[in-house]
């Protein structure tokens, strides 16, 4: 899948005459379909199986959209958030390491599934939740993803117009709008467009903004007192283990139910080890290095530190010289669109898999919208930033850790490569709804949420079992332990009771090439989509 390539031109170069319904027949259709899509430069795949025709690709071409995505100067900021827990400068380090680390980990493992399946992760969600069963962790799903993009477009307004207030230009209302219609239209075309658009889109970002950001840390480097660092003192083990489930929720977690959807395009016979550590280096590598200078910055000025909570990027324009400030805000604009453009496209198929019957790009034009209303409350009418942020990182955090665990046990359990027709199919083997694994969600919620707590207004239920370990003014209040305890519970319930139903699913026989020719040609067809 590299970066240059289309993925539907890989289709059959000399069609082959076949009757009608017949697997060829099926293969020519999707032939026509890659034509117009080629021309309509929209991509019409859905949640779909990619056919085989359209498997290309090394596991080495994930590096690109991984790290554009996650390249934003964000993570600068994640610097003051972490000290914000009271830890220390090398606490803080140690976190950032584990956290990015494993949570992006589990992003490569889950993008294993997209090699073995070559479909969306919502659409492979079908195996350990049942064909309709899988519409609550889409909707999940969903809601995180439109979030996320929202979140992300609200911060590239607000740094465009921390920018033009540095430079003496007008930084109101006139700005953040036409900052706002620009940003829109870059993420929400990249939505539409699809997948090869976005491959290429993230390469050049990577490239601009790699290099634009060590600009800026060189810039700002001057600025680091390693005295006042150094002075910052140690936190307690509450303290460490709530940054380190607060950088998983921020980081990989907020990503795993996305990671399948830019895997599936490559051949099955790509390196497994391949796909997890080009996954999971492309995603970590970026967050490490510019977190690591963040608290570099954070722990050097207490008012910096400060001003992050409230623009966590424009509050680093502060400290660079008036000439950099046009090319920050270009590298700033373009890592957050990065991944807003991620989050868009997966939060399409996310909305497809809950049940929506349109096209991918209709539903990726939905997000945009809700997107849009999101980003001007955000911009427009939002106090504060960080609170409402923290609050719906660690709510949402704790079922889809649920679902994670769920999805990366069934995993490691099967070891056959998923039935295709049957993924669209109540009556097959993956069954209509998968109680057990509903529960196990729920159960995972329930107690998860019990453990977390938020002063954010609308989270201030959270926290109902934290009696037990002191209360919600204890120590282990803010470790938010319950993000752990979900993604526990649902791994190990599913090890444990989900075994005999996966052998029992692996021992009836599939036959999955003419499945794949016929998923192809349906997935041309506006029922075909969304089935």
Not at 20 to 36: E, I, L, V
Not at 54 to 59: A, D, F, L, V, Y
Not at 210 to 224: E, H, K, N, R, S
Request: net charge neutral; proline share 5%; with cysteine.
């Amino acid at each position: 899948m590299s970066a240059n390539s289309t993925p539907s031109s890989s289709a059959s170069s000399s069609p082959r005459a076949a009757s009608p319904g017949s697997p060829s027949s099926a293969t020519s259709t999707a032939d026509t379909a890659a034509a117009a899509s080629r021309t309509l430069g929209v991509e019409l795949n859905g949640i779909n199986v990619v056919h085989e025709s359209e498997h290309k690709g090394r596991p080495r071409d994930l590096f690109w959209p991984w790290f554009a995505a996650n390249v934003s100067v964000l993570g600068v900021s994640y610097g003051s958030f972490l000290l914000g827990f009271g830890i220390s400068f090398w606490q803080a380090t140690i976190v950032g390491l584990i956290g990015i680390v494993v949570s992006f980990l589990f992003c490569g493992i889950i993008a294993l599934a997209g090699k073995r399946g070559n479909a969306p992760t919502m659409t492979l969600s079908r195996a350990p939740f049942g064909v309709n069963g899988n519409r609550v962790p889409s909707a999940i799903s969903w809601i995180l993803t439109v979030g996320w993009e929202t979140v992300l477009a609200s911060l590239a307004v607000l740094a465009t117009a921390t920018v033009f207030e540095a430079l003496g230009w007008e930084g109101g209302v006139v700005t953040k709008v036409v900052a706002l219609i620009v940003v829109a239209a870059l993420i929400v075309g990249g939505g539409i467009l699809g997948f090869e658009f976005i491959m290429k889109l993230q390469m050049y970002i990577t490239i601009v903004t790699g290099v634009l950001t060590v600009v800026y840390i060189v810039l700002v480097a001057p600025t680091i007192d390693f005295a006042a660092v150094s002075a910052i003192p140690a936190g307690s083990a509450p303290a460490f283990i709530g940054a380190l489930v607060f950088m998983m929720t921020g980081f990989g977690l907020g990503w795993v139910n996305a990671a399948a959807d830019y895997s599936r395009y490559l051949p099955k016979s790509a390196s497994s080890r391949g796909v997890v550590f080009w996954t999971t280096f492309g995603a970590s590598l970026a967050p490490l290095l510019l977190l690591f200078f963040g608290l570099l910055l954070a722990g050097s000025d207490p008012e910096l530190n400060a001003a992050i909570a409230s623009d966590p990027i424009g509050a680093l324009t502060t400290i660079l010289p008036i000439w950099f400030l046009v090319p920050f805000a270009l590298v700033a604009i373009l890592g957050l669109v990065g991944g807003a453009v991620l989050d868009i496209y997966s939060s399409g198929l996310a909305l497809l898999s809950t049940g929506l019957k349109a096209p991918r790009y209709v539903a990726a034009s939905i997000d945009g919208l809700l997107m849009i209303a999101g980003a001007i409350y955000v911009v427009f009418f939002a106090a504060d930033f960080l609170g409402p942020f923290q609050g719906f990182l660690i709510t949402l955090g704790v079922p889809v850790a649920a679902w994670c665990g769920i999805f990366i046990a069934d995993l490691q359990l099967r070891k056959k490569d998923y039935a295709l027709a049957e993924l669209f199919d109540p009556k097959g083997r993956y069954g209509n709804w998968n109680v057990r694994a509903i529960l196990l969600i729920v159960v995972g919620a329930v107690v998860g949420w019990g453990f977390v707590v938020s002063s954010s207004p609308g989270f201030e239920w959270e926290g109902y079992l934290l009696g037990l370990v002191g209360g919600k003014d204890g120590e282990w209040a803010y470790a938010n332990l319950g993000v752990l305890f979900a993604l526990v519970i649902g791994y190990l319930g599913t090890l444990v009771f989900g075994r005999a139903s996966v052998r029992r699913q692996e021992s009836l026989p599939t036959n999955n090439e003419q499945i794949a020719g016929r998923a192809a040609a349906e997935a041309t067809t506006p029922t075909g989509l969304n089935r």
